[in-house]
């Protein structure tokens, strides 16, 4: 199944990724993926990435113009919107930007990189994070199942936070369960969700038996706790 079949894509959507686990890995393989069939990708970023991460597209236009991004457009590439950088880091355009991207260029799908987790599988936002566009059609929620298993302080970005979320402590090993907590967590990443949004949590890095058994067991979870939000599994190979 592709990517875009197992996210259930509209023609056109603007797709936030938010989370730890396996966001930049997806945001170039979906971009790839759409760009291979023909439609009009813009990849971007309203937190900061990798150089070379972002250096890895085939299309990257460095500009404070969005305009710039839609110039760039073709049929078989996505384009990477970079405004600002240096050797390390790049930052992308502020939300409302990506807004009015969306909005008014003529693009079919714009993918965020909307939220940073410094390598971490598993995310517990602070107050002024994730940084989701207003107009996103999808939220994706992403943990990586490598949290399953091993301490708090190992796994998680912003391990107080994610102590707040659960009441663990720091050499506690994370639990399917556990994770669970920290995704749903009304003060986490769904509280900055957009009105309307579809909201999807995304276990990725999967490969393993035991994996597959740990990821299905947060499926679950998740539909029995918020039947209105679906859960998709990345296998590692994806």
Not at 118 to 144: C, D, F, W, Y
Not at 194 to 216: F, M
Not at 223 to 233: A, L, S
Request: hydrophobic share 40%.
């Amino acid at each position: 199944m592709s990517l875009s079949d197992l996210l259930a894509l509209g023609d056109r959507e603007l797709i936030s990724l938010v989370g730890g686990g396996g966001k930049s890995t997806l945001l170039f393989a979906l971009g790839n993926q759409l760009g291979a069939a023909g439609k009009r990708v813009i990849l971007t970023t309203t937190t900061k990435m990798g150089r070379e991460q972002a250096d890895s597209a085939a299309i990257v236009c460095w500009s404070a113009d969005t305009e710039c991004a839609t110039a760039a457009l073709d049929q078989t590439s996505p384009v990477m919107l970079v405004t600002a950088g240096d050797s390390h880091k790049v930052t992308g355009p502020t939300r409302e930007e990506v807004d009015r991207l969306y909005t008014t260029a003529a693009v079919d799908y714009v993918i965020v990189e909307a939220d940073g987790s410094r390598g971490k599988p598993l995310k517990a936002p602070a107050a002024h994070e994730p940084v989701i566009p207003s107009q996103s059609t999808i939220v994706v929620i992403m943990m990586g199942i490598d949290a399953v298993g091993r301490p708090l302080e190992n796994v998680a970005h912003r391990v107080d936070v994610a102590r707040s979320f659960t009441g663990l402590s720091v050499d506690h090993r994370m639990t399917p369960a556990d994770c669970v907590d920290v995704l749903l967590h009304p003060e986490g990443a769904l509280r900055s969700c957009p009105p309307g949004s579809r909201v999807i949590v995304a276990i990725a890095k999967v490969g393993t038996d035991a994996e597959w058994a740990e990821s299905r067991y947060i499926r679950d979870e998740v539909t029995r706790r918020r039947p209105d939000i679906r859960t998709v599994t990345i296998a590692s190979s994806s």
